[in-house]
Nanobody, 114 residues
Framework: QVQLVESGGDLAQPGGSLRLACAVS????????MGWFRRAPGQQRILVAAISSGGNTNYADSVKGRFTISRDNAKNMVYLQMDRLNPEDTAVYYC????????WGQGTQVTVSS
């Protein structure tokens, strides 16, 4: 049974930073691609960052240069460092494994507001 548990969401000020974490269990983590999705109120869930088993990364244009995805295979953890946050980053953030869409966790709320 694959389980994904997100944490680290909080209230942040515009221009601030947060670091999200995802604890993964029940899968062959070291050979799986991982990603972070987000869903803003009234909008669809979109992929914002992805990392391959080998460490190659891709980002949505909206977060390039501001967000960094990383993974620690020894700890079965995936992280999302979010810098220079803006209100448009407000969303529930979810981690997931390739293939996408089968093992959604509860997500973690990120709110960017002054």
């Amino acid at each position: 049974q694959v389980q994904l548990v997100e944490s680290g969401g909080d209230l942040a000020q515009p221009g601030g930073s947060l670091r999200l974490a995802c604890a993964v269990s029940g899968t062959t983590f070291s050979v799986d691609g991982m990603g972070w999705f987000r869903r803003a109120p009234g909008q669809q869930r979109i992929l914002v960052a992805a990392i391959s088993s080998g460490g190659n990364t891709n980002y949505a244009d909206s977060v390039k240069g501001r967000f960094t995805i990383s993974r620690d295979n020894a700890k079965n953890m995936v992280y999302l460092q979010m810098d220079r946050l803006n209100p448009e980053d407000t969303a529930v953030y979810y981690c997931d494994t390739v293939p996408w869409g089968n093992y959604w966790g509860q997500g973690t709320q990120v709110t960017v507001s002054s």
